[in-house]
Antibody, heavy 118, light 107 residues
Framework: EVQLVESGGGLVQPGGSLRLSCAAS????????MHWVRQATGKGLEWVSV???????YYPGSVKGRFTISRENAKNSLYLQMNSLRAGDTAVYYC????????????WGRGTLVTVSS | DIQMTQSPSTLSASVGDRVTITCRAS??????LAWYQQKPGKAPKLLIY???TLESGVPSRFSGSGSGTEFTLTISSLQPDDFATYYC?????????FGQGTKLEIK
């Protein structure tokens, strides 16, 4: 089955760190750019990062310097290392596949909840 | 950064209505725009990519148009399953931005 499954979410204190994982299956993971997108409760979608097939990565200003996206093709896995977490980072984090055309996400996971609170 | 502005924020409509949602980019993005549908508690679902290409399996009542800075998503005849929140999303130079969303409600 073609799917993405996120894990690693949880409760973390402000200033803390967390590493999210996304396990891909059913497709050739190494052939796709991959993204992280987040959504705070009751709010809209916010793009968090992208990693290309060659390992190049990009971030919006809101997380640049604090978050690092990485991938391990041999394990069909995507990661998001989140440091210096703030209350505003509280959200459901989705991984998504860039499948149909550059920058459109045709496959999404169910998400993992990250809560930043003391 | 490119900003995406969707309108309206909320839209009330009835089954069978034709509805249009607009998305404007703060600078030109050619045709690099996608539309998603999201229902409560679920991940978004891709409807349209490259501004006007219908994703496989999406009903033909959904259509997209536009280029440059102004884009529209049209649902030709609303069905009960279409009441959800819709987002536009742009892609430019490896960076992405979503619109703030349009909640489509039953009138």
């Amino acid at each position: 089955e073609v799917q993405l499954v996120e894990s690693g979410g949880g409760l973390v204190q402000p200033g803390g760190s967390l590493r999210l994982s996304c396990a891909a299956s059913g497709f050739t993971f190494s052939s796709y750019d991959m993204h992280w997108v987040r959504q705070a409760t009751g709010k809209g979608l916010e793009w968090v990062s992208v990693i290309g097939t060659t390992g190049d990565s990009y971030y919006p200003g809101s997380v640049k310097g604090r978050f690092t996206i990485s991938r391990e093709n041999a394990k069909n896995s995507l990661y998001l290392q989140m440091n210096s977490l703030r209350a505003g980072d509280t959200a459901v984090y989705y991984c998504a596949r860039d499948g149909r055309a550059a920058g459109s996400f045709d496959l999404w996971g169910r998400g993992t909840l990250v809560t930043v609170s003391s | 950064d490119i900003q995406m502005t969707q309108s309206p924020s909320t839209l009330s409509a009835s089954v069978g209505d034709r509805v249009t949602i607009t998305c404007r980019a703060s600078q030109t993005i050619s045709h690099w725009l996608a539309w998603y549908q999201q229902k409560p508690g679920k991940a978004p679902k891709l409807l349209i990519y490259k501004a006007s290409t219908l994703e496989s399996g999406v009903p033909s009542r959904f259509s997209g148009s536009g280029s440059g800075t102004e884009f529209t998503l049209t649902i030709s005849s609303l069905q009960p399953d279409d009441f959800a929140t819709y987002y536009c999303q742009q892609y430019n130079n490896y960076l992405c931005t979503f619109g703030q969303g349009t909640k489509l409600e039953i009138k």
